[in-house]
């Protein structure tokens, strides 16, 4: 059977998400390759995903935000191996700035899971927790708050 909506739905195109996210229901979940959230949750894609997260309008607007969860979980749980810690912080930067509560509760958890990596739990970060039941992460009584993350490296570095 095919997949109808994707050429390759393991590789899809940011147009393709784009248009897919704007009309979900066009594939049936069953549909999607096993795991696709995590397939989805990389780099080539990071940016339409929070293009898509930043819009309450777009009807899969809470799959996006949970994308976005997976590749902040992955970046930092891999220290920055996975995916650029520029370009993590340029999007934690973009979602306080531009964002609304969603997105910002977002950077401010991306923030405490980069300060105290034992916050991770593969259930809020990986499969949705903290989507389903958005919640501000705290940081242990030692720490003062989230740190920020560092910005562009200098010539030195």
């Given at each position: 059977?095919?997949?109808?909506g994707?050429?390759?739905?393991?590789?899809?195109?940011?147009?393709?998400?784009?248009?897919?996210?704007?009309?979900p229901?066009?594939?049936?979940?069953?549909?999607?390759?096993?795991?696709?959230?995590?397939?989805?949750?990389?780099?080539?894609?990071?940016?339409?995903?929070?293009?898509?997260?930043?819009?309450?309008?777009?009807?899969?607007r809470?799959?996006?935000?949970?994308?976005?969860?997976?590749?902040?979980?992955?970046a930092?749980?891999?220290?920055?191996?996975a995916?650029?810690?520029?370009?993590?912080?340029?999007?934690v930067?973009?979602?306080?700035?531009?964002?609304?509560?969603?997105?910002?509760?977002?950077?401010?958890?991306?923030?405490?899971?980069?300060a105290?990596?034992?916050?991770?739990?593969?259930?809020?970060?990986?499969?949705?927790?903290?989507?389903?039941?958005?919640?501000?992460?705290?940081?242990?009584?030692?720490?003062?708050?989230?740190?920020?993350?560092?910005?562009?490296?200098?010539p030195?570095?």
């Amino acid at each position: 059977m095919s997949f109808r909506g994707f050429a390759n739905p393991v590789d899809p195109t940011p147009a393709e998400l784009r248009a897919w996210a704007y009309n979900p229901d066009s594939v049936m979940p069953d549909m999607m390759p096993p795991e696709w959230d995590l397939l989805v949750s990389g780099d080539p894609l990071v940016n339409t995903l929070f293009d898509l997260a930043l819009d309450p309008a777009c009807p899969a607007r809470r799959f996006a935000l949970h994308c976005l969860h997976i590749y902040a979980a992955d970046a930092i749980r891999t220290k920055f191996k996975a995916h650029p810690k520029r370009r993590l912080r340029r999007l934690v930067e973009k979602a306080e700035d531009e964002g609304d509560e969603l997105l910002v509760l977002w950077a401010h958890n991306t923030r405490m899971l980069l300060a105290v990596p034992d916050l991770f739990d593969y259930r809020d970060w990986c499969e949705g927790g903290l989507v389903r039941q958005p919640r501000r992460l705290r940081a242990p009584a030692a720490l003062a708050g989230p740190p920020a993350l560092p910005g562009p490296r200098s010539p030195r570095d």
